[in-house]
Every structure is written in C-alpha cells, then in structure tokens.
C-alpha cells in the first residue's frame, strides 16, 4: 500500500475539519493548477454502486475526458474503509478510456453535526419529525462545492435516484434532489444526477456493465432505514420535508458554503443556530 493510500485512511479514520485549505499531500498547488487545465474534468462522489454507474452514464452523455473521485465522510459510515477503494478501481476499469485521477477525501465533523446532531431536539418539537438522511445528503453535496469552486467551477456527479424499484428513499424524493441541485447552482456549480430518473435496478447494472448488488461491497449507515415504521412505510410527508429544507438545512448550508467559498472556516452552530432560531 502506498504511503499516500495509508494517509487517505488516516484521513477518513481522524476526521479533521477538511473541505478547505487540503493539506498539500492531498491537494497540493500543482495539482490545483494542473485540474484547472482540464476543459473535460468532473468530481465524481464515490459511495455505493450508484455512484460508478452515474460516473459512467455522465460521461457517456457529456464526454468528461477526467475524472476526480472524492469521498466525504460523515458521523455515521461503518464497514472497511477498502471498499470505497473498491469502488474507485471499479471506475476506472469500466472506464479505461477516461482518466481517473486519485481519491480525495473530504468532510466537516462540525458542519455535519450543526446540520443533523446538535439540534435533533428543536427539530422535532418545530417540525414534528427528525431524519437526519435529509440534512446528511445535502451536507455530502454541499461539501464539494468548495472543491468545485477552486477547481474553477467543475461540475459534480452523483447518483440520486427518484425510486429504487418502486421504493423510495426520503433523502433522495425529487423535492431533496431540487434542493441539493439548487444548492449547487446558487454558487454556480453543476450537480449532475444522471441517474434521477431511472427506478430499474436492473438499468444500473447495464450502465456498469458488470455485476454490483444494491446496497452491497460500500460502507454502512448505522442511521439506514431510521424514517421506515416496521412494515416499510414512511413516517414523514413531503411537506415536513419541503418545510424543514426550506426554513433550515437549505438556508444554513448556504451560509456555511458562503463561508467557505471566502476562505474561511465557518462556525457551523452559530450559523446553523441564527438561521434557524433554535
């Protein structure tokens, strides 16, 4: 193993503050200069299956000649830390004719926490639910623009899906997925989600071209599947997400993203607090 494969999992195991300022291991300045060179260059999430497929059909409909992996960790992943090198791999032998540079870790324990930890309480009793795979994805998301930005605004691919075979997930229903593509737009980046419209499993696997169960060979949630009552229903409506994207998780991001699209790092409670009067 490399010695720089042995930081990328010291990275993900310590879990600094990490979205700006990379340490130059990372992302040095060269680097910086050399992405800003590629006209064809996008910044792939790398998570489960859905991801790789997205990579793929993104570059099949725009002709991305470069593509940048990066993982954002969060406070809830469990399971080897291999499979998102896995998945990586995967990527770039699907795809031999793109280049798929390496790995970039990213993430803010502090920025997740403001978002879906600290205020659980004051969530529940102003919206009358609480799931934190809401405000979770929009952080994921969120946490590339910064990237984005200093890349000279490169688009980003990820792999939200509306249905998942006639079931739906509350983080990924087409009112989320506005949200998080406005996000993204509001600083003039480009969220890709090639895959929003799909609902067949079966369609993913003929994108990847080779073999990956949903949900298998990627790192766990230990939150998964917190918003399903035991017979697989779902506890929340749309408006209460609608409610709490608009009032809260949508305008607090923003203002973290601001902060950082300045060069500073943000003081996530205190903007998520004043934002949402909690």
Not at 47 to 62: C, I, L
Not at 143 to 157: N, Q, W
Not at 178 to 201: N, S, T
Request: some cysteine; glycine content about 8%; proline content about 4%.
């Amino acid at each position: 193993m490399s010695d720089f494969d042995l930081r990328l999992r010291e990275l993900y195991l310590n879990k600094p503050e990490c979205v700006i300022d990379l340490p130059q291991w990372l992302l040095s300045s060269k680097k910086i200069e050399e992405y800003r060179a590629i006209s064809g260059l996008a910044i792939v999430e790398i998570a489960g299956r859905d991801s790789v497929a997205a990579a793929v059909k993104s570059v099949e409909e725009e002709a991305f000649t470069d593509l940048l992996p990066t993982y954002v960790y969060t406070g809830t992943e469990h399971g080897p830390w291999a499979s998102v090198e896995q998945a990586v791999e995967r990527l770039a032998e699907r795809m031999p004719e793109v280049r798929v540079h390496d790995l970039l870790v990213l993430g803010s324990p502090g920025f997740w926490r403001a978002l879906n930890g600290r205020f659980m309480s004051g969530l529940i009793s102003r919206y009358g639910f609480y799931i934190p795979c809401v405000g979770c994805h929009l952080y994921i998301h969120s946490v590339r623009i910064p990237l984005a930005l200093t890349l000279g605004k490169v688009p980003i691919i990820a792999g939200e899906r509306e249905r998942h075979d006639g079931r739906i997930k509350v983080n990924q229903i087409s009112e989320a997925l506005d949200v998080y593509e406005k996000m993204a737009k509001d600083f003039g980046v480009r969220l890709l989600l090639p895959l929003r419209h799909i609902a067949e499993g079966d369609r993913i696997k003929e994108i990847l071209g080779f073999e990956w169960q949903e949900g298998k060979e990627q790192l766990g949630c230990v939150l998964s599947g917190n918003y399903r009552r035991l017979d697989g229903s779902v506890y929340s409506t749309v408006c209460q997400v609608q409610r709490y994207m608009e009032e809260f998780a949508g305008p607090a991001t923003k203002k973290i993203i601001e902060s950082y699209a300045t060069g500073h790092i943000p003081n996530h409670l205190e903007i998520t607090a004043q934002v949402g009067l909690l």
